[in-house]
């Protein structure tokens, strides 16, 4: 007898581009230490380029905002009568005060602590003390809030201080596509923490850029994820913008035994209602079985939104590094936000994000995150200093390098970067900053 198959073709997965020619920009220690090196950071990208200014979910009415804090500067995001985001620079335009103080909350105007100017959701001046009293003309409906661009994509509001700035998918080219099939806007942010951390924001996001240290701050990651670049595709975009797939469900070529199935790739495997035993001999084969498994179990245990993905994505991890410093990691469940910032007034530490984002399931009350199970709910927002609490044990040993790396690119001994091929990344990273700050973007 023989079986229909009924399910459409999954397309196969897209050639990789070709790569960015490098010039090999020296990478010095200078740039991660020097004020002037960061205020030219600051001048010529940071207010040039799209930013995430927090989770749209935190916006469902007209009047609730948002703030965030970037370098020196405040901006406030407003949710509209028409649905729509507005962002402003969170200042008074009388005096100067800082308009909003706290994080997020609801309005109907806002008012100025200072001398109680009112401004509508829309930033126009709607009210003043004694408005008689101005030479120029009475401000309301006259004075506004200073607005920037803003837009809403894959569950994330999105601000650029430049008023020349292209849109934003023009900008995120050509990766927005790419999320799609991940439904990003439907999800949950079930982690939500900040750290300030004793390293310039770069050691960070050069770490994102390449999975070299996989094996030394990493290895037990090799169960179960492919992180030999030899079996690693990297793709490098024209935009800056970068993305490397990991294979995931499988041991990898570095792997103690590249045969027999370890922790925790038995437990995935059970999970699905695959024998581990089965594997043995033959570990690598489990990466296809639980794509098969996940296809064919996945809608009728509430995971609907498995009907959207590749079988690539069903098991693989899709690493962006988008420029200048974001970092998302895409899985069947749930994906990763990490994003060091510039501190406001110090080249030598920065603030540093990470939330963590899962599909709503059906009868699941909460979910793993990388600091172990968490309500499937929207997460308080934790802030603390590095060191005072985990930030997931992955970015532990991430950041368990990032201050003693600090401290050795101040040394005269440093000179240059002396990278691998599968560092490519960590050089196109450094030469799209350069160009910034030398005028050719």
Known sequence: MSVINTQPPRPAVEPSPPPPILRGDPITGNRYTSRDFMALEWERMWTRVWHIGG???????PGD???????Q?????????????????NVCPHRGNRLVHGDLGHAKVFTCSYHSWQFDRAGTTCRVQDPDDFPQGNPCGKVRLSAIKCEVWGGFVWFNMDPNAPPLRQFLDPVAPQFDKYSMDGQVRVLYLTAEVNCNWKIIH????????LPTLHPELSTFIEDAYQDTMFDLYASGHNRMRMKGGLPSLRAHSVTD???????????????PTSFQGHARDARQALQQQKRRLGTGRGFAHYDLLDDDQLT????????????????ADGFQLLRPQPHPTDPEKCIFDHWFMVPVVPGQTEAMTPVGPR??????????????QTLGFVADQDLSIAVGQQLGLRSRGFKDAYLTGQESRVRRFHEMINDYIEGRR
């Open 55 to 61: 989770w749209a979910a935190d916006l469902p009415q």
């Open 65 to 71: 905002y948002i703030t965030h804090a970037i370098g």
């Open 73 to 89: 500067e405040s901006i406030l995001m407003v949710r509209q009568e028409d649905g729509s985001v507005a962002a402003f620079y």
């Open 206 to 213: 050069d770490n994102f850029n390449e999975s070299y240290h």
């Open 261 to 275: 199935v370890a922790q925790p790739l038995d437990d995935i495997l059970r999970t699905w209602d695959l024998d």
């Open 316 to 331: 693989d991890y899709h690493h962006y590094t988008l420029f200048p410093n974001v970092s998302l990691t895409m899985s």
């Open 375 to 388: 309500p499937l709910a929207e997460a308080e927002h934790e802030i603390f200093k590095h060191g005072e």
